[in-house]
């Protein structure tokens, strides 16, 4: 099985980031840029993290026009991303023209939507006008992003069992919110363990604060992998 561990790299600056780059290896992890760091350091981090042998999940959360959206995914894939990510609230045309351009690319990354965001609650989208608990709206969204031939979301782990029986076993799920067994939440709503989202059907757990924040990160990734086994 491919490493299911992708450490988000929540840095401020690329050198905070290569240097958590240096304390682990390509064996053990594949790595996320996000906002942050992406506006920060740009296309040449991405390209450092290659050529250390990283994995890199570009995860810029892409919701425009689908026009614009179809440039950004083409760009990402450019770069040689090994994945990329547009938000599925973006729609049916947005989703296609993103998945039309990965196909389009030379190096086609995996394209991948975020359903509902593992900080949102049912409070918080009823607070915004929508009817539905985020459980439903995450399998309406999925539906949709399968149904536009992407390969997969960016979901909890809470709905990953279901979205597994859902949409098969190639089907990317993609499951933020993770935390060790008694760590703190921080402003995540839906967390959930390494083991149990594994258990459930997660193809990637992506961990941030778990892993950059622990006093040893490659200790904290070795306690991953060690559960998992
Ligand atoms: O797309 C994501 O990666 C993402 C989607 C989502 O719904 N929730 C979510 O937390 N993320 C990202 O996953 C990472 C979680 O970080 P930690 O909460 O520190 O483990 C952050 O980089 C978020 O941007």
């Not at 958590?20 to 390509?26: F, K, N, S, Y």
């Not at 799920?173 to 703190?184: E, M, Q, S």
């Amino acid at each position: 099985m491919s490493d299911p561990v992708i450490v988000a790299l929540d840095y401020p600056d690329a050198s905070q980031a290569l240097a958590l780059a240096d304390r682990v290896t390509p064996e053990l992890c594949r790595m996320k840029v996000g906002k942050e760091l992406f506006t920060r350091a740009g296309p040449g981090l991405v390209e450092a993290l290659q050529e250390r042998g990283f994995d890199v999940f570009l995860d810029l959360k892409y919701h425009d026009i689908p026009n614009t959206v179809a440039g950004a995914v083409r760009a990402a894939a450019d770069l040689g991303v090994w994945m990329v990510n547009v938000h599925a609230g973006g729609g049916q045309r947005m989703m296609e023209a993103a998945r039309n351009a990965v196909e389009a690319s030379a190096n086609r990354p995996l394209l991948i939507a975020v359903t509902v965001l593992t900080s949102m609650s049912d409070e918080d989208l009823a607070g915004m006008g929508y009817r539905e608990t985020a459980h439903q709206r995450v399998m309406r969204l999925a539906s949709l992003t399968q149904d536009c031939g992407l390969d997969g979301v960016v979901s909890s782990a809470q709905e990953a069992a279901e979205l597994r029986a859902a949409h098969g076993e190639d089907f990317c799920l993609v499951t933020p919110g993770i935390r060790f067994a008694g760590d703190a939440a921080g402003d995540q709503r839906r967390v959930v363990t390494p083991r149990n989202a594994m258990d459930a059907g997660s193809t990637y757990l992506v961990m941030g604060r778990s892993i950059t924040g622990a006093e040893d990160p490659l200790a904290a990734l070795k306690r991953v992998h060690a559960e998992l086994a």
